[in-house]
Nanobody, 128 residues
Framework: QVQLVESGGASVQPGQSLRLSCVVS????????MGWYRQTTGKEREGVAA???????SYADSVKGRFTISTDKAKNILYLEMNSLKPEDSAMYYC??????????????????????WGKGTLVTISS
């Protein structure tokens, strides 16, 4: 059974940093792409950062220069380092992976519906 378990969400003040982790287990094939997505009430889920099997990375414009996605392939962990957090970064953050077909990081970022497996999310709240 494939499981993705996110952690690291918290309530912090603007300007502070957080690191999200996503532990992946149960995969029988190597992921073609992985990503972080976020969603707030009443809005569609949006891509935040994604990485493909060639280690190419794509970021949403709103987080470029502040967020960094990385992987520990040996441990099957996906990370999202988030710096200079803003109130508008508040959301439920999800990790996801796609194993069926080759996909660029940009495609994974822009089309969350094509990801195969999802975690249940971790909540990030930025407020003063």
């Amino acid at each position: 059974q494939v499981q993705l378990v996110e952690s690291g969400g918290a309530s912090v003040q603007p300007g502070q940093s957080l690191r999200l982790s996503c532990v992946v287990s149960g995969l029988t094939r190597s992921p073609k792409s992985m990503g972080w997505y976020r969603q707030t009430t009443g809005k569609e889920r949006e891509g935040v950062a994604a990485i493909d099997e060639d280690d190419d990375i794509s970021y949403a414009d709103s987080v470029k220069g502040r967020f960094t996605i990385s992987t520990d392939k040996a441990k099957n962990i996906l990370y999202l380092e988030m710096n200079s957090l803003k109130p508008e970064d508040s959301a439920m953050y999800y990790c996801a992976t796609q194993v069926r077909a080759r996909m660029s990081a940009y495609q994974a970022l822009k089309a969350p519906a094509i990801m195969d497996y999802w975690g249940k999310g971790t909540l990030v709240t930025i407020s003063s």
